[in-house]
């Protein structure tokens, strides 16, 4: 091959690899602030006067602080399936329904994986979730708060059903961005005779993901440490998120390490968690941490996320 051909062939590869690591772009929000009326001096019943009862408004999340906070849920109608095609608009309030902010926006971020990271324990199940919902909450202070959302679906105004959450409340000690992750030993393939089966419930197991002990790599590399059951989760999203977790790993950077640890001793839930999952105090499942090279965590996902916040987070790392 001619020197040019052979150095532009070099550089065309080099391209590749880099678009290839970009994370792609935040999707657009599902519609226009405009487009939902404005909370300024309004209480939540005069934001909800004129929009019938609507749909079911499942949260991803338990844990919220005061700060920005990354909201996500999924919409359901009657007979429980999921709505995909709506403009969402959050809201939140006081329990009184005073002191009320928005609309925040939501956009909706796509669950799916190519079909080489699909898991059969996430195509047997038909109620796994395919995407979810998310908007960015700001919360000037703690305290009990009302969140719900107005529903743009079919052209008629929807509201959704209002909950209560507790921002910056006792959230167990699950730790936060700009925290030490904590230390714990994670189970590899070699510590069990490469029977996956035991430190795993995703069907079939993903090796790359078992490979690495997390006490091994903190503070050495960035690391991205998820809990989840595929098999046995009570949120319907660990199948998902482990899938997720695999894509992004496969065209990461190598010095960035990828680990799922499973919830239950056994992988039987009557045993309850294991040592690691309460070592991390966490309560819900499944939890997905991206640590930096210093060992502190960077980005913390609860429930389910995309490939592409997933691949964001990793972006901040990875440098």
């Known amino acids: 091959m001619p020197l040019a051909l052979l150095a532009l062939a070099l550089l065309c590869t080099g391209c590749a690899d880099n678009e290839r690591a970009v994370p792609p772009p935040e999707p657009e929000p599902t519609a226009r602030s405009a487009d939902f009326p404005t909370a300024a001096g309004r209480t939540a019943g005069e934001l909800e006067a004129g929009a019938d009862k609507g749909p079911i408004l499942a949260p991803s999340v338990s844990v919220l602080d005061a700060g920005r906070n990354r909201f996500a849920f999924a919409l359901y109608d009657t007979a429980r399936k999921h709505i995909t095609g709506a403009q969402v608009a959050v809201y939140t309030a006081r329990r009184d329904g005073n002191g009320t902010h928005g609309p925040y926006v939501a956009r909706l971020e796509s669950l799916s994986v190519k079909p080489q990271f699909e898991s059969q324990t996430t195509a047997a199940d038909p109620d796994s979730a395919k995407s979810v919902y998310v908007a960015d909450l700001p919360f000037r202070d703690r305290g009990q708060r009302a969140v719900w959302a107005l529903v743009r679906l079919d052209g008629r105004m929807l509201r959704t059903n209002a909950f209560s959450i507790d921002v910056g409340g006792s959230d167990g000690g699950v730790p936060r961005v700009g925290d030490k992750a904590i230390r714990i030993h994670t189970l590899t393939a070699t510590d069990v005779g490469n029977d996956l089966a035991r430190i795993t419930t995703r069907v079939p197991p993903a090796p790359e993901l078992l490979k690495t002990d997390f006490a091994d790599v903190l503070g050495k590399r960035p690391v991205v440490l998820t809990f989840a059951t595929p098999q046995l989760c009570q949120s319907r999203v660990c199948g998902p998120v482990v899938d997720i977790i ?74």
């Open 246 to 319: 695999d894509q992004v790993r496969a065209t990461a950077p190598k010095s960035v390490a990828f680990i799922q640890q499973e919830i239950y001793k056994d992988n039987q839930v009557d045993k309850g968690v294991r040592p690691q999952v309460a070592a991390w105090h966490l309560a819900t499942e499944p939890w997905t941490f991206v640590i930096d090279r210093a060992g502190r965590i960077s980005t913390r996902l609860e429930g389910a996320f995309s490939v592409g916040e997933l691949q964001r987070a990793v972006a901040k790392v990875a440098g």
